[in-house]
């Protein structure tokens, strides 16, 4: 029934490890988000797909690469992890009427 | 650079009492927008005003929207503790679904 989902919930990892977040919408909806929330709580849209097609990149290591395997999914996958990267990754999707619907947060610890 | 801040920073009041808080912006938006985030979890919208409204309403909820002055406010009335959350005020601008958050306002409600 979840409208946005993500996975994995928490992710604890070392430095200069690669990881992968996971997102999926079951809301039909043709535009995704990933967002990164800083630990004071400050949301910041990172990429945003269209059906299977980037639409905004803002600035953001090229460490970062979403991808989006059909129109219901977009996964973030992260090389080379920093400390810097430690924060909540939210999943959201829109079906073009401007409300976002936002997944559960994925928190990401780089020790 | 940001395009909201909301104000107070972090507000608590009694339940029963009705909290007040603010969005300033500093460009021309199309839509401005009021989300929840409880904590641990991702947000929650709660209604929408567009440029041309001035008032809205939605239950214990009322937007108000100054674009002479670019600000907002959200008025929850009669607040319960599960009120208690954090609030956002988002805004995009004319042809782009790209939504850019404030900084939130913690709110706490005490029983």
């Known amino acids: 029934d979840t409208a946005v989902s993500q996975t994995p919930k928490y992710l604890v990892t070392q430095m200069g490890n690669d990881k992968s977040i996971k997102c999926e919408q079951n809301l039909g909806h043709d535009t995704m988000y990933w967002y990164k929330q800083d630990s004071k709580k400050f949301l910041k849209i990172m990429f945003s797909?269209?059906?299977?097609?980037?639409?905004i990149n803002e600035t953001v290591p090229n460490r970062f690469s979403p991808k989006s395997p059909d129109k219901a999914h977009l996964n973030l996958h992260i090389n080379s992890l920093e400390l810097g990267d430690s924060a909540v990754y939210f999943c959201?999707?829109?079906?073009?009427?401007?409300?976002?619907?936002f997944g559960p947060g994925t928190r990401l610890t780089v020790l | 650079s940001q395009q909201g801040e909301e104000d107070p920073q972090a507000l608590s009041i009694q339940e029963g009492e009705n909290a007040t808080m603010n969005c300033s912006y500093k460009?021309?938006?199309?839509?401005l927008q009021w989300y929840r985030q409880n904590s641990g979890r991702g947000l929650v919208h709660l209604i929408l005003?567009?440029?041309?409204?001035r008032e809205k309403h939605s239950g214990r909820l009322r937007v108000t929207l100054d674009t002479s002055k670019k600000s907002s406010s959200l008025l929850i009335t009669a607040s319960r503790a599960a009120d208690t959350a954090s609030y956002f005020c988002?805004?995009?601008?004319?042809?782009?679904?790209?939504?850019?958050f404030g900084t939130g306002t913690r709110l706490t409600i005490i029983p």
């Open positions: 988002a805004t995009d601008t004319f042809g782009n679904e790209k939504l850019t």
């Open positions: 959201a999707s829109s079906g073009g009427r401007y409300t976002q619907y």
């Open positions: 460009t021309s938006i199309n839509n």
């Open positions: 005003i567009r440029s041309n409204e």
């Open positions: 797909y269209n059906n299977k097609e980037l639409i």
